[in-house]
DNA sequence: AGCACGCCGACT
DNA sequence: GTCGGCGTGCTC
């Protein structure tokens, strides 16, 4: 008897066996095609995992599939060997991870077909740009890769910004590129990054498509064809694109690799850069990780030699590295954000013809509306999170569930009219900046005015049009784009990260002060970065300011080996969500309390109520799972979710398994 | 996750 | 009488 065993995608982490349709040709069923099967009540596009001869399932029990979508597999050997790895090790459902790795019209039961308008960036009319001239660092670089260029092995490319390392990129792909070799560089989420896809496209004559976030569902697949069937030589995008099959993958680029919008944060929670390393490994292909602020996981491969070390210590031409300045807020006290001796160097540059960018990591007026007589704070009523003031549109909003409310005329509890508007957001400093400096220009950028379609590209037009003017923003504005005329950074508030409980805060604040600072005097003009604090003695911020970044990162790395963190352990976090608080709480009780044998490392912490308690009216409580090996953390993992799947009555409660989460808290 | 089945309350 | 609320159970 003939078994089709499928993986269809539902979150049922299990496979289904299925007959075939009489008459049919046993050769055509090659694992890895689609076939169309009832499902219940239900028709579902299922991928063929295997074909076998016995089942435990009763005969009775088995249906008939309704149809063979594919001639040839959907699902080459290779992405095949990546989805089982990524399943097998964040635990979700084999279905649904082919689910995610095709695009959507395949998932559909679509044909694998090319659209006639071609997304090919095809660079074949113009002339290619020239390869830079590299200083010894680089050329050691692009050295280092190219001698094993045939093997697989992790490179940490560390390079300050401006430092050159697209240009490294460029040069270590043209010689695969001269090897007829495809690549895949995967890139940040920021803003569609069309500037990095101009530079990569007008290096080589060769075709070049990139997986954007607005690109239709019909060119997602043409752009997934031209790679598998090698018509595309380079693809870039974002951390989905880890999926994109290549007949001859010649090398992996993840640039700016230590950005947290390589994990996905729903559903399938992967790091695309941890699968990027899987893939290199299983092509057996080098695969460069880069940034000019490296994660703490990646350093500490680095420093045991697990990868290997690759350090652009200068910045590449005459630009030099910006000025750090921390600013006591205590001693020269900060009027709507900004102290004296900030607004005496923004007066200062201006006057220079140049351009200051301010950063502010917070949108809005105000994030808090506090009634003095009370103290009655303005809160969200599904979230436990207070609402933000939004003067243009004269609302409350809650940054987490996007609820709206009029602003209040007076306090919800006591009535009492006179509200306080308290903090500072990105639409205040920029009404206060208007005051200052009245006649220069002012472009602020942030979520809230940059949603609609295009208007990123006119807020970077105005930027680039206006050679004198502040610019202000919140992250948004750190990431990636090159602001040549920036020489003077103001970090409004460098606080919010020291004191944060999780794991990653410190980390990810020192990141994110470097990515803004390195905004500043690119060219040749030298920068100036200034840090408002009211804790300039603060450790950490010193270390980083005074030494750089990887003193900073050695702190961090003996402070993680200290409370043994990762990356001297493993964690995995159980959410469980629920409209009951204690619900949540007794159910995390209850997967605490099952028992795995032949484990003995395995460290539970919780349940603990997660940051933000209470999310879109549903209460989240976790449980953290640590041990010092990864292998013992997985052994238990196995064990454990087919246990917590089977606890009775875990309804009005939605779990989900984080392995390796980012955020702890 | 979906979806159906099933058993109780307020509607033309 | 029946429309629909969501509690429960199942998917080869």
Redesign the pocket.
């Known amino acids: 008897m003939t078994i089709l065993r499928l993986a269809l995608p539902?979150?049922?982490r299990?496979l289904?066996?299925?007959l075939p349709v009489p008459g049919v040709d046993c050769a055509i069923l090659v694992p890895g095609i689609r076939v169309r099967?009832?499902?219940?009540?239900?028709r579902l596009v299922g991928i063929l995992v295997e074909i076998v001869q016995k089942?435990d399932?009763p005969l009775r029990?088995?249906?008939k599939i309704i149809e063979i979508i594919d001639a040839e597999p959907i699902i080459d050997h290779d992405i095949n060997k990546l989805c089982h790895f990524a399943a097998d090790y964040y635990h979700y459902a084999l279905g649904e991870v082919y689910a995610a790795a095709i695009p959507t019209l395949l998932r559909q039961g679509k044909d694998a077909i090319v659209k006639k308008k071609s997304i090919l960036l095809a660079n074949t009319m113009g002339q290619c740009t020239e390869p830079l001239t590299l200083n010894d660092d680089q050329e050691q670089a692009v050295r280092a890769v190219y001698a094993k260029k045939d093997q697989f092995q992790v490179y940490l490319l560390d390079g300050v910004t401006g430092s050159g390392k697209t240009e490294i990129y460029l040069q270590i792909m043209a010689h695969m590129l001269a090897q007829n070799k495809q690549i895949l560089v995967l890139i940040p989420e920021i803003s569609l990054t069309p500037q990095t896809v101009k530079r990569f496209s007008e290096r080589f004559k060769v075709p070049v498509v990139s997986l954007h976030s607005n690109l239709s569902d019909a060119d997602r697949l043409s752009a997934w064809v031209l790679a598998k069937s090698n018509q595309a030589s380079i693809v870039i995008g974002t951390r989905s694109a880890i999926f994109t099959p290549f007949r001859h993958l010649g090398l992996i680029i993840v640039d700016e690799e230590h950005d947290s919008s390589f994990k996905q944060q729903d559903r399938f929670r992967y790091h695309a850069r941890d699968l990027a390393i899987f893939r290199a490994r299983l092509h057996n292909i080098p695969i460069v990780l880069g940034s000019a602020t490296p994660s703490v996981e990646s350093f500490y491969n680095a420093k045991i030699n697990r990868y290997q070390y690759l350090s652009l210590p200068t910045r590449a031409g005459k630009a030099q590295l910006p000025d750090f300045q921390l600013i006591d807020v205590r001693q020269s006290p900060a009027e709507h954000g900004l102290s004296k001796v900030l607004l005496q160097a923004i007066t200062k540059h201006l006057a220079a013809g140049n351009q200051v960018l301010l950063f502010l990591n917070r949108r809005g007026f105000a994030p808090v509306i506090y009634c003095p007589q009370c103290a009655w704070i303005a809160g969200c009523k599904r979230c436990d999170m207070r609402m933000v003031y939004h003067r243009k549109d004269h609302l409350l909003k809650c940054h987490h569930c996007n609820a709206k409310r009029p602003m209040p005329k007076a306090c919800d509890l006591c009535s009492a009219p006179h509200l306080q508007i308290l903090g500072l957001g990105t639409e205040r400093l920029e009404q206060a900046l208007a005051e200052y400096f009245k006649d220069i220009p002012l472009i602020r950028v942030d979520r809230d005015n940059t949603k609609r379609k295009g208007a990123m590209h006119e807020l970077l037009q105005q930027i680039h049009d206006h050679p004198c003017a502040i610019l202000l923003g919140t992250q948004m504005l750190a990431k990636g784009h090159h602001f040549p005329n920036v020489t003077l950074v103001g970090i409004i508030d460098a606080d919010c990260g020291l004191f944060s409980a999780d794991l990653r805060a410190a980390e990810q604040m020192g990141q994110l002060l470097l990515q803004v600072a390195g905004r500043a005097g690119r060219a040749d003009k030298p920068g100036t970065v200034m840090v408002q604090t009211k804790f300039p003695k603060h450790d950490l911020l010193q270390l980083l300011i005074a030494k750089g970044y990887l003193p900073f990162v050695e702190q961090l790395l003996t402070e993680r080996a200290l409370s043994e963190m990762p990356p001297y352990s493993f964690l995995a976090l159980i959410r469980a969500e629920s409209l009951s608080q204690e619900r949540a709480r007794e159910f995390l009780e209850q997967v605490r309390s099952i028992t795995i044998s032949g484990t003995d490392d395995i460290e539970l912490l919780g349940p603990i109520s997660a940051t933000i308690a209470k999310r879109k009216g549903c209460y989240s409580q976790l449980l953290l799972l640590k041990s010092k090996k990864r292998m013992h953390l997985q052994y238990y993992l196995r064990l454990l979710v087919p246990e917590i799947e089977k606890i009775p009555?875990a309804?009005h409660i939605?779990w989900v398994l984080d392995v390796d989460p980012l955020e702890v808290l």
Do not use: A, E, G, M
Not at 37 to 42: A, I
């Open positions: 539902t979150p049922l299990r289904f066996d299925y099967v009832p499902f219940q009540s239900r089942t399932i029990k088995l249906k009555n309804h939605r």
